[in-house]
């Protein structure tokens, strides 16, 4: 692999408003978009060009002994005043993206600063992004490690009130992600950035099939542009375990794009689907059990190989009217809560709730997508067909060394069934586990989910 930089950045970060033939205009807050060796020694020229005066510090506990004490060197040796807030280390082995974590930020924020710096990743950008909406100033970051593709997004994932939620947040006016620091992140922190990478052989499918069923709007522009991030990443996972820096730069450059493109959408839906929500659920499960989760990314990952197997079996179908009337006619609201409240605990109020207010389950806007799912089988096969197979992005994760099955990381089968099952229920998200509810097919697809585990 080559060192040749694979995408302008400088393009994303001057180009304005992209009136696309989509009918939608893209656009992205950043102005300054920096990825390669050494270049944490261009943040003072980055401040500079975003007329950023004091900057704020903001990192965890992990991230700022890692990447923040050479923040803080290059900015006194360009003498640049800042202040800093450090999380503390507390009894749980990594920041928790909640109200909490916000408001501290919030209630340390030095008012002589304008802009929030934020040096990390996961968790840390992610409460950064929010508390610098709240607080009116800019943000921009200095990544700590390759591991998800919301640096560059407009959107944070936070556990409000115990549930995993995605909120819409300013993005960054920059980011910088120097190679040379990020190829020294923990390898498990540079497998969740392959992992969340992988997830986008899934998630652009389950996007032109919401297209098709819902009529959500889709976007063959930045479809491409998700495409071409997911390849880049992709490419770099054999040379991961060596660290090897045009491999970490590979990934970086893909997470970066990727991030990009959900700002073009204003939404998550490019580079989010089904795979997302077994992570989602996973770690939503953990909480209410008060029990640690793994990354995000590693969840990810195995949620990406079982869909891509779902994705495959469901190619192979020919679903019909009488199966999926039958279905709905079997349909069981107790079973229904009784299950939910089972795997979430108390958190499951909320997914009733919603229920509630979207009747997803109500018969009729059921089979009203039924009617249109039967009547465009043959196109939403045709848009499967586009996917890998499973065998393959598995191998490719494999290379890298990051567990790719449920059963490396200690979940069961009855943990995978129950995160497949009650995906749909979790957002108001079209996912393929909500097409195959609709068609009938649940069961037969949760027993294939636990042979994968």
Known sequence: MDNTRFFDFESLTSSGEIECACGQKHRTDLKVLAAGKGVIQELPEALKKLNVRRPMIVSGPFSFPAVGVKVCAVLEKADIAYSAFVFERSSEKKLQPNEKAVAEIIGHFD????????????????????????????????????????????????????????VSVNAPVGVICDVDLMAQAPMRLLWAGLGDMAAKACSLCEWEMASVVLGEHYCPYTADLVKLSYERSLSGAPHIPERNPDSVQAVIEGLLLSGVCMSYMNSSRPASGLEHYFSHCWEMMAIARGKEYDLHGIYVGIGSVITLHIFKKLRQLRPDRARAE???????????????????????????????????????????????????????????????????????????????????????????????????????????????????YMDEFEALVKELV
């Open 111 to 166: 008012p002589a600063c304008d802009a929030l710096l934020c040096v990390g990743s996961g968790s840390v950008n992610d409460v950064c992004k929010t508390a610098a909406t709240e607080l009116h100033v800019p943000q921009l970051t200095a990544g700590s490690a390759p591991s998800m593709d919301g640096y560059t997004s407009a959107s944070a994932a936070l556990e409000l009130n115990n549930t995993k939620t995605t």
């Open 326 to 440: 039958k279905a709905a006619a079997e349909f069981d609201r107790d079973a229904w809560e009784a299950r939910l409240r089972r795997v979430f605990l108390g958190t499951a109020d909320s997914f009733i709730a919603l229920e509630d207010k979207l009747r997803k389950n109500d018969r009729d806007k059921r089979m009203k997508r039924v009617d249109t799912i039967l009547e465009n089988w043959d196109r939403l096969v045709g848009i499967l067909e586009k996917a890998p197979d499973p065998e393959e992005v598995e191998a490719i994760l494999r290379s890298s060394g990051m567990p790719t099955r449920a059963s490396e990381i200690g979940l069961g089968a009855d943990d995978a069934a129950d995160a497949f099952v009650c995906s749909r229920d979790t957002r108001d998200k079209y996912l393929t586990s909500s097409l195959i509810w609709d068609i009938g």
